[in-house]
């Protein structure tokens, strides 16, 4: 209460009006929300009326012309006076002047009508200059030439008031109606039917009389604007217009035009111009050639959807081939002159479109007329007069390795004997048959683009141009919106290469991957290397096509042009260039290749995807190394030979260690023995168990199991000869490669795997087989360290006499099962550590584009990185930051720092807990932890002398004291341990009967019944089973009480000091070699048959710089390369995968920590099952 009353008092002092102060007084006044409210709009400043202008820049034709400074239409009669009650402001007959227009197609001024003169302001002088400079002057008046103006004193109408008297076209001045005129019509002077009216004489001076002069050679007035033979004219009275063709004429009305006798009119009108072609050559061609057929296109690789394959077909009658077919083939089969040769290129660009087929009628009859023809000055076979070059008739082979190239390469400007870019020139033609000239190639095969505001992500004119460097190889994807490539007509190419030796230009050989022969084979898609033989190269190409692709039935756009109904574009575009085999500066014949897509524009409209498309384009420098697959092939052989060696000694070592024989001997009532000799209770008076020597959980492995084993030590070999195979090679490829000056060695080609032949194919193969079998051997592993027995074995003795009176402290017993739960996840190194320091440096410094294919160390351009390239770059960075690790590691082991496995060592001694590990059946390791001590638990002074003793090294050998005689072994701590089969199974019988003593003893309602207990699944064999149910408190209680833990100590520390005869008895081996204790060599008297145990010394750690002891194979830490080689090559696949290193980097850390999360989880849960030590502890 007395609180709660100061708590009030506080509020009311608080709630109460404190004098205004200074700063008080000098605040705002505080507002409410509606008065802040109109505070601001009060401040705001007034809004911005924002001009508007208009997109739709169409104006009227007939009163309007177009501002471009105001950007707007302005009438031609603004700021005129029509009122005729006031004659000088009557000056308002004006239309809009198209003698100049915008790019719409709007006036951009106005002239005097039809029949009215122009009256300059500045020579009237009526404006001020007041006027000229606020804008305010009309430049012009129009005055009537027909009924004078009686106000102009200056200029007055010659011809003033006289009723034939008009203005010229142009509305200059005045003029009469001639004699030869029908007289004024309308606004102008009146000609008969198709008659041209005239008011220039023959030096384009004005005449007086205006005149009227018949149009002659099939020529015609024409008075309204229309369509006529497929040309659009325009209406005027002043010109004879032209029919199209030369031998065709105007009817007399000027309407139509026709072809002369015996010609025939050929062409759509719909489409395009039509012309005439002799009757009697077209006759023939079309009955040499059907014209139907001839105007027929086939499509191969329609797309039906984006995730589909393009494989669908559709056959179509093209109106484009169809328009141009019979007068082009007409006209170059029968060559006329010079003038046909438009003819014979148009014809040869319909081959081109017809992809060229050799059963099109196009294509047949250009090759026709090639055999009609003689070969040209060139003397190249295949290019005859007055026709195109339009295919190679050498051999594939022949073209590939031609050496007419002559000049020599380099990657620098090394001398003037040596060029290091590659130019490239484009010869151009439309459609048409018209050449449009040469261009040098720059960024032409970027076709495509993006509408805004997309343009960043399509190609264009702003894209990359390196790969025109030598040896400068490049890949991109960029997006193509296929709607963009409809606005221009597309372009035939001619593809050359500028010899800089001689300025010649060499032709560069087309490859159509969709070129189809007579029997629709797709000869040029090839599989193996030796296929390319019967390849089939061009010379023109074309990059899209949106005209073979229009019929009858197509749609236009607004402005009249064509929309197709079938697309077909370049998706794959590859410029690859070999450097000779002779020659390394020296190369062959670069070759284009390109692969079409083809997409219907209908699928458009219900699927927006169908529209958009990636395009693909490569530049490649190689060299192909003819012995370079047969080198492979051998080091891969003898990498298999090494691999299977080691596998077979592998084997047999495993099978030495896990073979034995059956015991012929046995082992009856031990349990009653160890129970006696510990002073425990012996469980109601049981006998113990019966003869153990036939159980039947003694038999050996399964044979599944055994044949799994034996696998997987086969992958396992393979992937550590096969690992270094690819990695030195791939060295190779980028040491030589990326840090030569001169021309040496080029990358192999590549083509994106297409066939089995590509020389990046088997190390892509070899890589995924590398990790997937590094996968799965070390998910083996871990499954073995999961399913590992593990023993403490406790030597402290009871401070008094009786055991059941002191009892030992089971807190040293937790505290190494902690370490050695901490101990199974560790690692030497720091994976993170690895994968922040690759980011950093090939992410933040740019190093992953050393990967690039360019010659280039110092080169960091982003680009496509080459697999071969990318995989020596990331994993020498695996290997640089492994070794450094090592190394620091290496050097705190000289400084004072021990390993953790070493540790862990020197904790189990001072505690006095020895450990005993059984990784296989008969095969485990054995730590020695037994200190000279009396007693381990003892107070803190007590262990600090015992340390401080260790240190000074003043303590005795920590050795097994039955080999304290023998002074090798008298420091010895850890060993590998070899057992029989009869230790086996009396180690099985006092487990097994526990078991059943502990079923007895414990509750009823156990969980999990009899058949769940690790002993009795472990009797049953395998004791292999993964991920055993873990035992409950009870059941874990129900072991204690009858002593299974002390029991279990007694019998391995009577097995260690030698208490024990016949197979139960062990003597000691001379360590292993290096090698021997890499691949696990047992002793030489182990054998299936062996009569006792054996214990050999380990010694790995000292040939290891880390130190690493043999037992810690059983946790993360003695399977550091192992788990190291599996980072690695996970994270090559996902960088082959995603292209990414970040995500790569993210995709490595995860897949480790799943198996590092596996393996602490199973790893403790088998800890707790084995040891009795509740998992509560293990932290």
């Given amino acids: 209460r007395s609180r709660r009353s100061r708590r009030s008092r506080r509020s009311r002092r608080s709630r109460r009006k404190a004098p205004p102060t200074i700063a008080s007084r000098m605040a705002p006044r505080r507002t409410g929300p509606m008065a802040l409210l109109f505070l601001c709009l009060a401040l705001a400043p007034s809004a911005l009326a924002l001009v508007q202008v208009d997109y739709e820049v169409v104006c009227d034709s ?84 027909l009924n004078g103006n009686d106000d102009d004193l200056e200029y007055p109408n010659p011809f003033e008031k006289n009723e034939n008297a008009v203005a010229y076209n142009d509305g200059d001045s005045c003029a009469l109606c001639g004699d030869t005129t029908n007289g004024i019509s309308g606004d102008d002077c009146g000609c008969p039917t198709n008659y041209v009216l005239t008011e220039v004489d023959d030096g384009l001076g004005y005449v007086i009389n205006k005149t009227c002069t018949a149009c002659t050679d099939g020529t015609a007035v024409i008075t309204s604007d229309a369509t006529i033979a497929g040309v659009n004219f325009y209406a005027t009275d002043y010109q004879c217009q032209r029919c199209p063709d030369p031998h065709m004429i105007f009817d007399s009305a000027g309407t139509t035009c026709t072809c002369d006798d015996d010609y025939t009119k050929t062409g759509q009108s719909l489409y395009g111009q039509q012309s005439c072609v002799y009757t009697e050559h077209s006759d023939a061609i079309k009955q040499s050639y059907a014209e139907t057929s001839a105007s027929t296109v086939n499509f191969f690789k329609i797309q039906a959807d984006q995730e589909s394959s393009p494989s669908g077909e559709l056959e179509m009658e093209s109106l484009v081939m169809k328009h141009h077919f019979l007068n082009a083939s007409t006209n170059c089969f029968y060559y006329n002159g010079p003038e046909n040769i438009a003819n014979c290129q148009t014809l040869a660009n319909l081959c081109v479109m017809q992809m060229y087929w050799p059963d099109s009628e196009v294509c047949e009859l250009f090759e026709d007329i090639l055999d009609k023809r003689s070969e040209n000055a060139r003397s190249q076979d295949g290019w005859v007069d007055t026709l195109p070059w339009l295919r190679y008739v050498e051999t594939a082979t022949e073209i590939r390795v031609s050496e007419a190239i002559t000049m020599q390469m380099s990657f620098g400007n090394v001398d003037d004997y040596h060029y290091h870019e590659m130019r490239y020139v484009l010869s151009k033609y439309y459609l048409n048959g018209t050449w449009m000239g040469y261009e040098d190639l720059t960024t032409q095969f970027y076709y495509c683009g993006m509408a805004a505001p997309n343009t960043h992500r399509g190609g264009g004119s702003s894209m990359s141009t390196s790969w025109l460097r030598f040896g400068h190889g490049y890949n991109n994807n960029f997006e193509c919106d296929l709607e963009t490539l409809m606005a221009d007509e597309p372009m035939f190419y001619e593809l050359f290469l500028v010899d800089e030796e001689t300025d010649d230009m060499m032709p560069v050989p087309v490859l159509l991957k969709d070129y189809r022969d007579s029997g629709l084979n797709f000869i040029n898609v090839n599989y193996e290397d030796a296929e390319e033989s019967n390849d089939v190269f061009v010379r023109r190409f074309m990059l899209y096509d949106t005209l073979s692709g229009v019929s009858d039935s197509s749609t236009t756009n607004d402005d009249g042009t064509y929309i197709p109904d079938v697309i077909r574009y370049a998706n794959k575009i590859t410029l690859s260039v070999q450097i000779q085999d002779t020659s390394a500066g020296k190369i062959y014949p670069p070759v284009l290749e390109l692969s079409y897509k083809e997409r219907e524009v209908s699928y458009w409209d219900s699927d927006s995807t169908m529209k958009r498309d990636f395009i693909f384009f490569r530049a490649e420098y190689s060299m192909k190394v003819s012995n370079y697959e047969d080198v492979v092939i051998a080091f ?31 082992h009856t009532n031990m349990e009653g023995r160890l129970r006696g000799a510990d002073g425990l209770n012996s469980g109601g008076g049981r006998a113990g168990p019966p003869s153990m020597g036939r159980q039947p959980g003694d038999s050996g492995y399964s044979s599944f199991w055994y044949l799994w084993c034996v696998f997987m030590i086969l992958i396992h070999c393979l992937v550590i000869y096969f690992f270094p195979f690819i990695f030195f090679l791939c060295t190779y490829w980028f040491v030589f490669f990326k840090m030569q000056d001169t021309v040496y060695v080029m990358l192999p080609p590549s083509n994106n795997f297409e066939n089995e032949d590509d020389d990046y194919y088997i190390i892509w193969v070899l890589i995924y087989l590398c990790f997937f079998c590094q996968s799965t051997w070390i998910i083996h592993l871990i499954y073995g360290q999961c399913t590992c027995d593990v023993f403490f074995i406790d030597y402290e003795r009871p401070h008094g006499k009786d055991r059941a009176e002191t009892p030992v402290s089971v807190w040293r017993t937790i505290f190494a099962a902690n370490e050695w739960n901490e101990l199974q996840t560790s690692r030497p190194t720091s994976l993170s550590f690895t994968l922040f320091v690759i980011t950093m440096v090939l992410v933040g410094w740019k190093r992953e584009y050393l990967a690039t294919p360019q010659p280039n160390m110092n080169d960091f351009t982003e680009g496509d990185l080459n697999m071969i390239l990318r995989f020596a770059n990331t994993t020498w960075w695996f290997v640089v930051l492994e070794l450094f690790q090592l190394g620091f590691n290496w050097m705190m082991i000289y400084f004072g720092r021990e390993p953790k496995d070493q540790l862990f060592i020197d904790f189990c001694t001072m505690a006095k807990i020895s450990v005993l590990v059984l990784d296989e059946r008969y095969h485990g390791y054995y730590l020695h932890c037994d200190s000279p001590h009396a007693h381990a638990d003892t107070d803190m002074a007590t262990l600090t002398e015992r340390l401080l003793a260790e240190e000074s090294g003043h303590s005795t050998a920590r050795g097994i004291p039955v080999l304290g005689d023998r002074e090798e072994y008298r420091d010895i701590q850890c060993f590998d341990i070899y057992l029989t089969n009869g230790w086996s199974i009396w180690f099985n019988s006092i487990r097994s009967f526990l078991e059943r003593e502990a079923r007895e003893a414990g509750p009823k309602s156990t969980s999990g019944g009899g058949k769940d207990m690790p002993a009795y699944r472990a009797q049953q064999r395998q004791s292999r089973s993964f991920l055993r149910n873990s035992t409950t408190l009870r059941d874990r209680h129900a072991h204690l009480e009858v002593g299974a833990m002390e029991i279990i100590n007694k019998g391995l520390r009577m097995f260690i000091s030698q208490g024990l005869k016949n197979d139960l008895f062990w003597d000691v081996s001379p360590p292993q070699s290096l090698f021997g204790a890499l691949i696990k060599t047992p002793p030489p008297d182990i054998s299936a048959s062996s009569a006792y145990n054996v214990l050999t010394p380990d010694r790995l750690h000292r040939y290891t710089c880390t130190g690493t002891y043999a037992y810690a194979g059983v946790h993360f830490y003695g399977i550091e390369w192992d788990l190291w080689l599996h980072n690695a090559l996970t994270f090559a696949m996902f960088d082959f995968w995603f292209k990414d290193t970040a995500t790569s980097v993210v995709c490595t850390w995860a897949i480790y920590q799943i198996l590092r999360f596996f393996r602490g989880y199973f790893g403790t849960a088998n800890l707790a099952n084995r040891t009795l030590v509740d998992s509560t502890f293990l932290i």
């Fill in 62 to 145: 007939a009163t309007e012309y177009y501002d471009t400074a105001a950007l707007e239409c302005i009438s031609c009669t603004e700021g005129c006076n029509d009122d005729t009650d006031d004659p000088s402001n009557a000056v308002c007959n004006k239309e809009p002047d198209y003698t100049m227009v915008d790019f719409y197609g709007n006036a951009l001024g106005c002239k005097c009508s039809l029949g009215y003169k122009r009256i300059w302001a500045l020579d009237q002088d009526t404006c001020t200059t007041s006027d000229y400079q606020s804008a305010s002057c009309t430049g012009f008046s129009c005055a009537s030439c």
């Fill in 636 to 666: 891969f052989s003898v990498a298999c030979v090494l691999a299977g060696i080691t596998w077979t000694m592998r084997v047999n070592n495993w099978s030495r260690r896990n073979v034995r024989m059956r015991a012929a001997n046995s």
